[in-house]
């Protein structure tokens, strides 16, 4: 896969002349050098475009409704996204569930666009819909990456005092922490246009949101805790 990368990113770059401006101007920058040099054939690269975005999406799909489904199975959402189809035995219901929140999102996002006059003016497209949910999908990650880094030496400290190492879980996980707070500060400073100054107030009331849903299920059953990823690690 680097080669791979190496090797189409130096091809494009090539394509291009090395013209960085006319490069960054293109919507896909690959497709844009294939038409140029193999022409009609480029129909190939946009065949590879598209398989590759079908594997991505399917790949996601499942690797996300599994997790919702575990989540039901634990108890951390509720016990019905937890069940499996009675012949088939996949898990139709976190799919379900997974599908319908996507769903939602574009609707929002579409809706949130048009109440707030940025239409197709603006670029309500497919691709800006993912630069812009990729953006607060991105701070969301590096948070939970970042509390990660930073509970991992009190978690080794508190469950395996045995283990601990100090460059190991403490050393290093302050260098990721510090290294998650460079691409997170810029996704979330001041001064960004429309939509992107929103997000970082968003993901704000996103964890307010996730602590407070949290307390409410740990108050309801406080062995919870101990559930979650025991039923991956059984299996």
Do not use: C
């Not at 949101?209 to 559930?227: C, E, Q």
Request: charged residues 10%; proline residues 6%.
């Amino acid at each position: 896969m680097v080669v791979s990368y190496l090797l189409f990113a130096y091809s494009t770059v090539i394509g291009f002349s090395g013209d960085i401006g006319k490069l960054s101007s293109s919507a896909i920058p690959f497709i844009t050098v294939a038409k140029g040099v193999i022409g009609a054939a480029a129909f190939f690269a946009f065949l590879a475009g598209m398989t590759s975005t079908l594997g991505a999406l399917i790949a996601g799909t499942n690797s996300q409704a599994r997790l919702i489904f575990n989540a039901g199975r634990e108890g951390l959402l509720p016990s019905f996204i937890g069940k499996v189809h009675a012949t088939k035995r996949t898990p139709v219901n976190s799919l379900l569930f997974f599908l319908s929140g996507t769903l939602l999102i574009i609707g929002i996002w579409g809706l949130g666009h048009l109440l707030g006059g940025h239409g197709a003016s603006a670029g309500m497209s497919a691709g800006n819909l993912f630069f812009e949910s990729s953006t607060f999908g991105t701070i969301l990650i590096l948070l939970v990456y970042g509390l990660s880094n930073l509970a991992l030496p009190f978690y080794y400290k508190k469950h395996h005092p045995d283990l601990f190492n100090p460059f190991r879980h403490a050393v290093l996980p302050i260098l990721g922490l510090i290294t998650i707070l460079v691409p997170l500060y810029y996704l979330a400073k001041p001064g960004q246009p429309t939509p992107y100054n929103w997000y970082p107030y968003m993901a704000l009331a996103t964890v307010i949101l996730a602590v407070v849903y949290a307390a409410v299920l740990v108050k309801r059953d406080p062995s919870i805790g101990d559930r979650i990823g025991s039923i991956v690690a059984d299996e």
